[in-house]
């Protein structure tokens, strides 16, 4: 079932959303807002949002010198903080091809848990830490439903390149710098006199193994079972930004 904080952060935003547009909707009985905006053929803006992210994880049969083997998983979702730009192309009256650039910045944790060649757990399970830095450079498909009265419902979906910036070999867990991320979400345009607000809702998935296994500094450490004992690991994340365009 969905966690207490997690349905907080889905249901939140669209109580919002649908407050803000009873009441555009009472505005736009006296007054439609920008009412050649959607006609443009670039329009530009930026972005803040929040998310909630973590890894997925697939364990190895790696087993340290006493036979004993670690199983990974994540500690639950974790929040971030997202701020960026919007270009946007209108295509036709109904579709726009956007380019959104973001920073993502953020914490994710995992949990492993240590087992005897015969099942048996050992202690209790060890956190770590892993602190990327990303930069998101994807490209989304938009399509927009009709315009009633100072609000505008759309769909998007699209993917894009991902560049993790912290590379702190230090750490216990490193992180490739590449990645490629697919999204999709829904949205909704509120007009106002001078700019759109639009609250936006995405599921963000990425597609390639994150796990850096180029890591000679943790070589005969306590943290080598961190990166041996995964087999692949990677990213997703559940975002509500809010667009100004």
């Avoid at 726009?96 to 399970?125: H, K, M, V, W």
């Avoid at 909704?188 to 193994?209: A, H, S």
């Amino acid at each position: 079932m969905m966690s207490g904080k997690l349905r907080i952060f889905v249901l939140l935003p669209l109580l919002l959303a649908g407050a803000v547009q009873a009441h555009a909707q009472l505005e736009s009985k006296y007054i439609r807002n920008l009412p050649q905006v959607d006609n443009q053929r670039w329009h530009f803006g930026f972005i803040l949002g929040i998310g909630l992210g973590d890894f997925t994880t697939l364990p190895s049969e790696w087993t340290d010198a006493n036979g004993n083997s670690y199983y990974s998983a994540s500690n639950g979702l974790m929040p971030a903080f997202m701020v960026g730009m919007i270009a946007d192309l209108r295509l036709c009256e109904y579709l726009n091809l956007r380019c959104t650039p973001y920073l993502t910045l953020g914490e994710r944790r995992l949990n492993y848990t240590c087992f005897t060649p015969r099942g048996a757990q050992i202690g209790d399970p060890t956190q770590v830490s892993v602190k990327p830095t990303t930069v998101d450079v994807p490209f989304y498909l938009k399509y927009s439903g009709k315009r009633y009265g100072n609000v505008r419902p759309y769909i998007l979906a699209g993917g894009g390149p991902q560049f993790n910036i912290n590379l702190n070999p230090e750490e216990p867990i490193l992180l490739n710098v590449f990645d490629v991320q697919i999204g999709f979400g829904v949205g909704l345009m509120i007009y106002n006199e001078y700019f759109r607000f639009c609250p936006e809702l995405k599921f963000c998935f990425g597609l390639l193994d994150q796990l850096n296994r180029n890591h000679p500094e943790i070589d005969d450490t306590p943290y080598e079972v961190y990166t041996r004992s995964l087999d692949r690991l990677t990213s997703r994340m559940l975002a509500i930004t809010f667009n100004f365009e």
